[in-house]
């Protein structure tokens, strides 16, 4: 299908969504470049208010389906992203194989802290398991064991990372771990985690996870945790569709957020806010962009 057909379809399919109070699903088009312009394509209109003044130090807004740069701030610089990453790594998996394939856990793979699901040695998941706790929770151990068993060790599924990344079009970018935790060398940039966000949209599962606000994971034995979306957006902003938290004292507050309105849709990054703004510089950067 080419690119002005496909555009047309997804943006009437937001239409005709959001006309019946729905949030839709975001359906980008096939190429993967952000700010590529190309003949016959429409770009939406810039919003006509100013920008908000957000406290985080490196920020972008970008459309989704045309991958236009709506809003930027420091958009360029590399910075540690924590947790946010973890897109990246859901969709190496994802690429890898069928989600339905099993993943047995590892000792190897619960040696990391902080964040966990105290996944144990033995016990036998899906990777559509993990990865939806992976999105929902954040679990540094479901990382490990998810790169660990796509690649055969932590140090091929790293190269797998940063060859995925290459291929998608983040060039500001270099990984050193599945999960976000601090390493000398690894860093992002708000530009590259809008290009990765931008990705993600495209699998179904992806979105459905991202949006889930709360999810009942179940362990082999039966026993059951109920895991609440870190994302607080979810909870703000009716029409937020998710996407990815991220927090280390090096990256500071990150926020990988989408949401889809009246026809629109935008993916909002912030990176290095604090604990009370991060928030609200993306609620603002979202209602900017969509209200």
Request: charged fraction near 20%; include cysteine.
């Given at each position: 299908?080419?690119?002005?057909?496909?555009?047309?379809?997804?943006?009437?399919?937001?239409?005709?969504?959001?006309?019946?109070?729905?949030?839709?699903?975001?359906?980008?088009p096939v190429a993967a470049q952000p700010v590529v312009v190309r003949p016959n394509v429409v770009r939406p209109p810039l919003p006509s208010v100013n920008a908000?003044?957000?406290?985080a130090e490196s920020a972008v807004v970008i459309d989704t389906i045309t991958g236009r740069i709506l809003y930027q701030k420091s958009s360029r610089t590399p910075r540690a992203v924590a947790s946010t990453q973890k897109l990246l790594t859901a969709l190496c998996v994802v690429k890898a194989g069928p989600l339905a394939?099993?993943?047995?856990?590892?000792?190897?793979d619960t040696a990391v802290?902080?964040?966990?699901?105290?996944?144990?040695?033995?016990?036998?998941?899906?990777?559509?398991?993990?990865?939806?706790?992976?999105?929902?929770?954040?679990?540094?151990?479901?990382?490990?064991?998810?790169?660990?068993?796509?690649?055969?060790?932590?140090a091929a599924f790293i190269n797998l990372m940063n060859n995925t990344a290459k291929s998608i079009g983040m060039t500001q970018s270099h990984f050193k771990n599945p999960h976000g935790l601090t390493e000398e060398g690894q860093f992002s940039t708000a530009l590259d985690l809008a290009i990765l966000a931008r990705e993600v949209t495209k699998t179904p599962y992806f979105r459905e996870c991202m949006k889930t606000k709360a999810y009942v994971f179940q362990y082999p034995?039966?026993?059951?945790?109920?895991?609440?979306?870190t994302n607080k957006i979810l909870s703000r902003l009716t029409y937020c569709t998710g996407m990815k938290t991220g927090t280390t004292r090096a990256s500071g507050r990150c926020l990988v957020s989408s949401g889809v309105l009246n026809?629109?849709?935008?993916?909002?990054?912030?990176?290095?806010?604090?604990?009370?703004?991060?928030?609200?510089?993306?609620?603002?950067l979202l209602k900017w962009a969509l209200e």
């Amino acid at each position: 299908m080419k690119l002005r057909e496909l555009l047309t379809t997804t943006i009437a399919a937001l239409l005709a969504a959001c006309s019946a109070g729905q949030a839709p699903p975001v359906q980008p088009p096939v190429a993967a470049q952000p700010v590529v312009v190309r003949p016959n394509v429409v770009r939406p209109p810039l919003p006509s208010v100013n920008a908000p003044s957000i406290q985080a130090e490196s920020a972008v807004v970008i459309d989704t389906i045309t991958g236009r740069i709506l809003y930027q701030k420091s958009s360029r610089t590399p910075r540690a992203v924590a947790s946010t990453q973890k897109l990246l790594t859901a969709l190496c998996v994802v690429k890898a194989g069928p989600l339905a394939d099993p993943v047995t856990v590892q000792a190897a793979d619960t040696a990391v802290e902080p964040s966990k699901l105290y996944i144990k040695a033995g016990e036998v998941y899906t990777r559509r398991t993990l990865v939806k706790a992976l999105l929902v929770k954040s679990g540094n151990d479901v990382a490990k064991a998810l790169a660990r068993d796509v690649s055969g060790t932590e140090a091929a599924f790293i190269n797998l990372m940063n060859n995925t990344a290459k291929s998608i079009g983040m060039t500001q970018s270099h990984f050193k771990n599945p999960h976000g935790l601090t390493e000398e060398g690894q860093f992002s940039t708000a530009l590259d985690l809008a290009i990765l966000a931008r990705e993600v949209t495209k699998t179904p599962y992806f979105r459905e996870c991202m949006k889930t606000k709360a999810y009942v994971f179940q362990y082999p034995d039966g026993r059951t945790r109920t895991l609440t979306n870190t994302n607080k957006i979810l909870s703000r902003l009716t029409y937020c569709t998710g996407m990815k938290t991220g927090t280390t004292r090096a990256s500071g507050r990150c926020l990988v957020s989408s949401g889809v309105l009246n026809g629109k849709a935008v993916i909002a990054v912030a990176l290095s806010s604090s604990s009370a703004e991060i928030w609200n510089d993306s609620e603002k950067l979202l209602k900017w962009a969509l209200e």
